[in-house]
């Protein structure tokens, strides 16, 4: 549908498709469990809302396109629009940039003076690693942890255990151990609870850089 991409993005600003206007529609269709479409608009509009629910949330919809968009639209200027450019590309760029150093990895690049990858969704299925550190034909993986309080700490040590088996086979086939770093978070940022595991890394670092 070629007008979708004015539809759908004016349907989310005004939240014409929110819980609250259409029902939960998600719960509702595993209720109904519908072999069809059919079957489904039949329940929707007997248990949910009636068709003319959706009738009265198009025509609303209709009118913020035609006389709220349309208006904002004839305000837009040259220079918004250059301006906006601008803005995307130096300004937001930086401040992703930014947000992204203040993550744990980035933290872990500045600490270790390493490059730190992110792992391919088949390394997280296989061997439980978030990402990994080349050092010369070698990897080493991270896991990262986010912890809210200690007693999410039994579950993590839980789920070590059961992980330790996918580690020892991605030291087996790469040659680097995998490390748990643990993540908490203070307001906006993310510190690494477990510093100790910084020398630990830069111990391994040094193991494999030191072999042929």
């Known amino acids: 549908m070629t007008k979708e991409w004015i539809l759908n993005p004016a349907m989310n600003r005004w939240q014409l498709n929110y819980k609250r206007n259409v029902g939960p529609t998600s719960e509702e269709i595993r209720k109904c469990a519908p072999k069809s479409v059919e079957e489904w608009q039949e329940y929707y509009y007997k248990n949910v ?59 872990l690049e500045e600490l270790l003076g390493v490059k730190i990858e992110p792992a391919s969704d088949k390394w997280d299925r296989l061997y439980n690693v978030d990402f990994y550190i080349k050092v010369n034909s070698s990897y080493i993986g991270i896991q990262i942890k986010p912890i809210n309080n200690a007693l999410q700490l039994p579950q993590i040590y839980k789920e070590h255990k059961l992980q330790k088996e996918s580690h020892e086979r991605f030291y087996k086939e790469f040659g680097g151990k995998v490390f748990y770093i643990f993540s908490t978070k203070e307001g906006e940022s993310k510190n690494i609870a477990n510093r100790e595991v910084i020398d630990e890394i830069s111990s391994e670092i040094r193991r494999l850089s030191s072999q042929k």
């Open 49 to 107: 809302y009636p068709e003319e629910h959706l009738i009265q949330l198009g025509k609303t919809l209709y009118v913020k396109v035609t006389e709220v968009l349309t208006s904002e639209i004839e305000s837009i200027t040259e220079e918004d629009c250059i301006q906006y450019i601008k803005n995307m590309v130096i300004n937001r760029t930086y401040d992703g940039y930014i947000r992204e150093i203040k993550t744990i990895y980035g933290q």
